[in-house]
């Protein structure tokens, strides 16, 4: 067996593969003005991971991946290709500048395409502790899962099947460069610990789960933690049913409330505001939820799991506000849309970065009591969102509460109403944040919504 690497190698290891990636990243700019084109841009990335998984304490599944790759795209005036490759051969580069260069032949011109503007290239590139390689191997990884399992299974004797435990770590670096002079580039790093167990009661079964992730292995939740809170979960949905249709308030447990909040950001991302398909469209400076709601990026959290200090294009990100006291402050722009909109890139080119809603101060228990009588959904299945008119309806499931106490789980309803109204009906927002999120909430508190059960 190869010895694993230390910590500290890996690192060493790692910043030699980002220095040797922008090496590349600028070798290939530079075929791509031997080859006339009059701008260009390439990325260049290389990756290793390990994900293990064990199932009834027994080995289920051991995987390695070894990632390498470059991607060139070539402007000729406004004809514009694109063209990949998994070998970074130079060879292999002045084939991928040609390829890309022949695509841009056929296509046809867009006055919007092109590099981003030269003044917006980032110039500051601060250390934002992303890479923490960790030196495990596949038999501590192995011992892991098994202990996250096993605290699982020993949660209840009603847990009477496991979908397994798993251990990921991954590491890699990239690069990206253009013909403007900007080249950057960074390793990082990303782990998880995850567990999922079945429960049985009356000829019934609920399965539930839970995860830990983070860039560094030492943020992670223990084993134990992991495995405790998925049997836990479980067991509390035995003897679920379905409740009585009507109108009720609706708490979204913080990890779906993510999910609402990223349902926004997607309705003010470039993409989908020039195609006219958001239920946002010409909402910028306007109200467009609770005053309650604050949402601010945030690229240089120090780990995050999105944290950049320029986007895809090269471009600088900036910490800012994206909707104060429910007043839609700025949109996720690129350089294309930002040219189909009128307007300039916000750095966003790729996503957003470290988004933020600001509690209301609220713990789970105390929005459970603001509630009163309702619903807290934990669960959500289906993808019923009409992005273009804000319609929204879920098949969900989660625990009926009543006088601020849980009563029983819920499950086969449907949840319904429209984004819009659902945004503008926010009371309150939880301290309960999920740790090293890209979104990064509590629970959400939604004054009423339609539930519609199956009996």
Known sequence: MIPALTAKQKTSNQRMQSD????????????????????????????TGQNVSVRHGETENIEYNRDKGCSVTVYFGQRKGYASSSDLSPQALKDTVEAACNIAKYTAQDTFC?????????????????????DIDVEAALALATRCEAAA?????????????????????????????????????????SCSVIAEANGLMQRDYWYSSARDALDLATPEQVGETAGARTVKRLGARPIKTGQYPVLFEAPLASGLIGTLISAISGGNLYRKSSFL????????????????????????????????????????????????????????????????????????????????????????????TGLLVTELLGHGMN??????????????????????????ITIAGNMQDMLKSIIAIGNDVIPHSSRSTGSI???????????
Request: glycine share 10%; charged share 15%.
């Open 387 to 412: 992005m273009v008119t804000g319609d929204y309806s879920r098949g969900a499931a989660g625990y009926w509460v009543e006088n601020g106490e849980i009563i029983h789980p819920v499950e086969e």
């Open 153 to 193: 299974l020993a949660v209840d004797a009603r847990i009477s099947n496991s979908e397994g435990a798993s251990i990921y770590s991954q590491s890699g670096a990239f690069a990206y460069a253009n013909s403007h002079g900007f080249v950057g580039g960074y390793p990082s790093s990303r782990h998880s610990i």
């Open 445 to 455: 508190l939604i004054e009423r919504m339609t539930i519609a059960s199956a009996d």
């Open 114 to 134: 092109g590099l981003a503007e030269p003044s917006l290239m980032a110039t500051e590139f601060p250390d934002l502790s992303l890479h923490h390689p960790w």
């Open 20 to 47: 040797q990636l922008q090496q590349i990243a600028q070798d290939i700019i530079q075929l791509t003005r031997l080859s006339g084109a009059s701008s260009a841009e390439a990325e260049v990335s290389f990756g």
């Open 281 to 372: 469209l010409d909402s910028l400076g306007k109200t467009i939820a609770s005053p309650l709601l604050q949402i601010e990026e945030n690229p240089f959290i120090l780990k995050g799991a999105a944290s950049s200090a320029f986007d895809s294009e090269g471009v600088a990100c900036k910490a800012r506000s994206l909707v104060s006291n429910g007043v839609l402050q700025g949109y996720l722009l690129g350089s294309y849309s930002a040219r189909k909109l009128g307007m300039q890139s916000t750095g966003n080119a790729g996503g957003a970065h470290n988004i933020a809603v600001r509690s209301t101060g609220h713990t789970l228990p105390q929005l459970l009591q603001t509630m009163g």
